[in-house]
């Protein structure tokens, strides 16, 4: 198991964000965590990586903070890049947990930086400088950067918010193939489509709890989306998977 | 590398014309040998006692001012941040001014750079307990302007209340800043504190790259940004303190330094560390320099000179970059 939460919770002031949350991700899994805004998801996520005080239990906040940095890299939703450094430059930085204090970039963590850029397509903006580039390509250099980092788990935060959508759809088939290759992905996003064709499984929150978490076609019935996202919609098993199709908002 | 090469030649240049450029015309030869104590009299005293800690004090107080001035930029992500932004040096000049107004200056000699530094070492410990273990970089700041504020307002006062024209004046002289007639006592009183800073900020580069990418990102991969904040305000207070201390208040340095070499390192925080270190020493030696080249007679001052220099500098770049800045 790659990560496992037990019974956790988040409080901002008295009233719990995220409320008695257990999950497990094992090896192979690319988990889609998906809720309306504000059930949870990015707090239950940032408490998982120990960045958030929290009751109960978490594998990872409970690693050393330098193992911790080897065992999952770390996505969240803002895309920072403060200064005008080159795109190899920030990618590199992926390296950091890898190399000893006050060591430069070994062959291995070049060889790692490359076939994160030539994962994500980035090989001809590599001396390109990172700021200077458009939202979309900054956030492939964001997805990069963790991929350099070679973890064993990922944690993303809504990646694919405002993508467009060929980059949507090949950020997520990204996430999956990491997943086919053994390690874990644990990503939250807003588009139940992709969600339901490229996760391996689906956890749905709700005001900070998890609602239900199965396979997709589970998860995703016309039911939970009404109750869940007030949503009126028809849900259709095609021949390239689910389709969900929104029909209407309820009030 | 060529940059580290150019910036040491460059720094230590000046720092040689800082030796051999004065009211007394003292040829090379005999300069080398008076700094070993041989020859005139006369020229050893010049070259031991009057330029070699004026040059000293210049390269370690402008090198200590880039330095935190990268290292402050770097944690707050932000190209306007300089190291006067966390109130040290401004108490470290009330306690100068209070050691000029009361007289404790006149009592023994270092009094004043000791007030000072005693109020420096006053400003961290009320800044950290402000921004607390867990604060933020806005808190930091925040408490910084408060402290600067505080600081100002009771230098103002001092002058207010200061007993005759001639202490104002001394006052205003000194908080002008300036490396004239330091002697190599002050150089030791705060040359080691300086090395502290130095040492405390040159740990800090993994951290600052890392921290290009944001506080959660930063953290994630395995940085504590208590520890990273910490050293960051304990380094930036002895080294600034310190160079308060001695020298009153030289503006600019940390502020124009890391922006005038960031192009140059490629925009690495890690990188801009050293190179404002070696930048700042060689842009406050020149400064120095222009103070002795330009109205020997009017005994112009560093601070003077430096910010005269560091504004249209400053303006020029903000016009060459803007359209990154935006």
Redesign the interface.
Known sequence: MTLRLTDLTVKRGQCPVVDGVSLNVGAGECVGLIGPNGAGKTTLMRAALGLLPHDGTSSLAALPADERARTVAWLPQARQIAWPVTVEVLVALGRLPHLPAGSRLQPADQAAVDAALARMGLESLRHRTATQLSGGEQARVLIARALAQDTPLLMADEPIAGLDPAAQLATLQTFRALADEGRSVLVSLHDLGLAARLCTRLVLMDRGRIVTDGAPQEVLTPGRLAQVFHLRAEVHQTASGLLIEPLGVLT | MKLALALSVLTAALFVAALFVGHAAIPVPQGLAALLGLGDALHVTVMQQIRLPRALLAAAIGGSLGLSGAAMQGYL?NPLAEPGLIGVSGSAALGAVIALQTGLAGLFFLALPLTALGFAALAVGLILWLAGPRGSSLTLILAGIAISALAGALTSLALNLSPNPYAAAEIVFWMLGSVADRSMAHVALALPVMAVGWALLLTLG?AL??????E??A??????LRTVRLRLLLGTAAAVGAATAVAGAVGFVGLVVPHLL??LV????SALLWSSALGGAALTLAADLATRLILPDRDLKLGVIMALVGAPLFLHLIYKTRS?IS
């Open positions: 992500r993994r790259d890392a921290l290009t990418l944001g959660d990102v953290q994630a991969l395995g940085l504590s960031r192009r490629g925009a690495r925080p990154e």
